[in-house]
Nanobody
Framework: QVQLVESGGGLVQPGGSLRLSCAAS????????MAWYRQAPGKQRELVAA???????NYADSVKGRFTISGDNAKSTLYLQMNSLKPEDTAVYYC?????????????WGQGTQVTVSS
């Protein structure tokens, strides 16, 4: 199975920036799509940004123009550059891959990384 490990979360002041990383390990034979989700306390998990293996991207309206998703296929790594952060961006951020391992195609989730935007 594909394992995902996020890093880069932390505490940042409003207006600041963070860069999240998500590294895939295990037997990764192909990646169809990758995404970042987030879940704030008391709220449902929501899609933040997604990217297909072809490079097309889409973003939640709330982060358009502030967040950028990118990937390094050779390293099976996904990034989320977050600029102009707002308190409402505070959440646990999860990366998601739809990838193929030795058993076939399946979804994988990271363990989550906390992002807190506060002065």
């Amino acid at each position: 199975q594909v394992q995902l490990v996020e890093s880069g979360g932390g505490l940042v002041q409003p207006g600041g920036s963070l860069r999240l990383s998500c590294a895939a390990s295990g037997s990764v034979f192909g990646i169809a799509s990758m995404a970042w989700y987030r879940q704030a306390p008391g709220k449902q998990r929501e899609l933040v940004a997604a990217m297909s293996i072809g490079g097309s991207t889409n973003y939640a309206d709330s982060v358009k123009g502030r967040f950028t998703i990118s990937g390094d296929n050779a390293k099976s790594t996904l990034y989320l550059q977050m600029n102009s952060l707002k308190p409402e961006d505070t959440a646990v951020y999860y990366c998601y891959f739809y990838a193929r391992d030795g058993s076939g195609w399946s979804p994988s989730w990271g363990q989550g990384t906390q992002v807190t935007v506060s002065s």
